[in-house]
């Protein structure tokens, strides 16, 4: 009997298709191309020499947010089609711009290891109740899959850490069959620690160096010098009135 999960499992998967042309400008040249709205590029794969490429700008950045660097894509180059990743995406940071994409050709029934995100889910506990601050320690893992069964990402529910020191590390992950992780399982992902308490800077007093005048400059030295000499100076002055003459 024909059911609807072996349906699933004949069809084959329909993935964004990109189209590119071979590529002859090369070196320092390439930034004539960027400015122009093209995107340099390089396909390799295991059994195929590397080729360099060009993509319109913008149909490469519409694939990507849609396959990101673990989706496969219909790599179109002189109407043959290569399943390809992904790979070594190069962006300028300041305009936030791709400058350089690789494309990696994968054979679909063959695995291939890749790297894959852990995305952390939901507010621990710890975190909640003030206890503890949530530090991740890992943001990737290695994974071994067929090209189409690589995830976007690995999520981690973070919830139930309610205590300092409590933790998830690489074991704790759950993945889909067919998925394999090959990192460490011991290394950690996300644990709690202590919050970090606020340092009281202490300003230290300046002290005017030896001929120096103190904070406040010369004006208010001058000026306090000058007050004292006014108090001495009154003071003289009582204590030299003229004493009233004596009527004969």
């Not at 790979?87 to 936030?96: A, E, G, R, T, V």
């Not at 003030?130 to 071994?144: A, D, F, H, N, R």
Request: proline share 7%; hydrophobic share 35%; glycine share 6%.
């Amino acid at each position: 009997m024909f059911s609807l999960a072996s349906y699933y499992t004949i069809l084959p998967m329909k993935h964004p298709v990109l189209n590119a042309e071979p590529r002859t400008v090369l070196g320092k040249q390439v930034k004539k191309l960027r400015r122009e709205g093209i995107l340099p590029a390089n396909i390799y794969g295991k059994s195929l020499a590397s080729q360099s490429l060009q993509v319109k700008l913008s149909d490469f950045e519409n694939i990507y947010n849609q396959a990101g660097e673990t989706g496969v894509v219909d790599l179109t180059v002189k109407d043959k089609i290569h399943p390809v990743l992904i790979k070594n995406l190069q962006i300028n940071y300041s305009s936030n711009t791709p400058l350089h994409a690789d494309f990696y050709q994968v054979n679909l029934k063959e695995k291939v290891k890749t790297m894959v995100p852990v995305a952390l889910i939901g507010d621990p506990k710890a975190v909640t109740e003030k206890i503890g601050v949530l530090l991740q320690t890992l943001s990737e893992v290695e994974i071994e899959a067929l090209p189409d069964r690589i995830p976007e990402n690995i999520e981690v529910n973070v919830e139930p850490l309610s205590e300092v020191g409590a933790g998830i590390t690489v074991a704790d992950l759950k993945v889909g069959e067919g998925v394999a992780i090959l990192t460490d399982s011991g290394l950690t992902i996300a644990r709690i620690s202590e919050p970090q308490k606020e340092e009281v800077v202490v300003v230290p007093e300046e002290t005017p160096a030896e001929g120096e005048a103190p904070p406040g400059g010369a004006t208010a030295a001058q000026g306090a010098t000058e007050t004292k000499a006014e108090e001495k100076g009154e003071k003289k002055a009582s204590e030299e009135k003229p004493q009233k003459k004596q009527e004969k």
